[in-house]
Nanobody
Framework: YLAESGGGLVHPGESLKITCAAG???????IAWFRQAQGKDREGILC????????NYLNSTKGRFTTSRDNAENKVYLQMNDLKPEDTAVYFC??????????????????WGQGTQVTVSS
């Protein structure tokens, strides 16, 4: 299983760190982060490979969102800084194909967490 935690309500400009915890060893897997705002399609944000190298695919989050992993703890983290109201969404982690140069495609990911709500509002 995958389980996200750490979402919540924050003010614009604040930071939040989301955790993706796995019920099995993660160290062989690349992990991707997605988000889905109400009424919008799910969009891919970041992918981190097994070695810890990450790629950010979403221009609006570059320079603000980063991801890291702790393979010993079977956890992956999404650090979100300088949050904006347009970052409001349900955030998901997922296991799928290896991180690559192409944008993340949700149908290619077979295992998902339940998501955690992030709301950015003044």
């Amino acid at each position: 299983y995958l389980a996200e935690s750490g979402g919540g309500l924050v003010h614009p400009g604040e930071s939040l760190k989301i955790t993706c915890a796995a019920g099995a060893p993660l160290h062989f897997w690349d992990i991707a982060w997605f988000r889905q705002a109400q009424g919008k399609d799910r969009e891919g944000i970041l992918c981190i490979n097994a070695a810890g190298t990450s790629t950010n695919y979403l221009n609006s989050t570059k320079g603000r969102f980063t991801t890291s992993r702790d393979n010993a703890e079977n956890k992956v983290y999404l650090q979100m800084n300088d949050l904006k109201p347009e970052d409001t969404a349900v955030y998901f982690c997922a296991v799928g194909p290896p991180c690559g140069p192409e944008p993340l495609s949700p149908p290619r990911f077979g295992q998902w967490g339940q998501g955690t709500q992030v709301t950015v509002s003044s």
